[in-house]
């Protein structure tokens, strides 16, 4: 019997962990809104 030659299997590619635009808009937005907030209670 005849078994075909083994391969192993192809390799998922890996993710770029590049954040969206989104995400990025909200991690510089949501200090800078809270640190206003902070300062215009004073």
Do not use: E
């Amino acid at each position: 019997m005849h078994y075909p030659r083994y391969r192993a299997a192809p390799r998922p590619r890996p993710v770029r962990h590049s954040m969206s635009p989104l995400t990025f808009v909200l991690l510089v937005t949501v200090p800078a809104v809270v640190a206003v907030a902070a300062l215009r209670a004073r």
